[in-house]
């Protein structure tokens, strides 16, 4: 199998509602997002002979999302995540938010980018969020890509 990866980063801040502990105040990361691409076979013909996929094609996905999520504030858009936005918002700075269906932990952000790459056109097999240099949260819908 033929493994594609690439990968971006990016900085953002985000809050947890309804979390208890530490990281209940609203605080940022460093991301680092990988995307894999895999298939069995390459491409036989064309401009993409002997490839899996474009890098650029993949690099050009991976750009839209860091532009999505670079210096944004991730809230959920619940009732919670919608009065912090409201305060914020009427606050002396305003804040560039990005409000998500979801509660915006690595395991959804994850399970996000792989279907925003997917929707894009790329035959994403994993996408993996690193929180922190040392944890990380990977998703996939079919096979995990092997190494």
Do not use: W
């Amino acid at each position: 199998m033929f493994i594609l990866k690439s990968e971006i980063q990016f900085d953002t801040a985000h809050f947890l509602s309804g979390y208890t502990g530490k990281c209940a105040n609203l605080h940022g990361h460093r991301y680092r997002v990988i995307a894999k691409v895999a298939s069995n076979t390459l491409h036989t013909d064309g401009q993409l002979r002997g490839m899996v996929e474009d890098f650029g094609t993949i690099k050009q996905a991976l750009k839209k999302i860091e532009k999505l999520f670079d210096h944004k504030l991730l809230i959920e858009n619940n009732d919670e995540g919608r009065e912090v936005a409201r305060q914020l918002k009427e606050g002396p700075t305003d804040f560039d938010l990005y409000m998500v269906p979801y509660r915006p932990t690595a395991e959804e952000m994850s399970r996000h980018i792989y279907q925003l790459i997917k929707e894009m056109g790329v035959q994403v097999c994993e996408v993996e969020v690193f929180e922190t240099p040392a944890n990380s949260c990977s998703y996939s819908e079919g096979p995990v890509c092997s190494e």
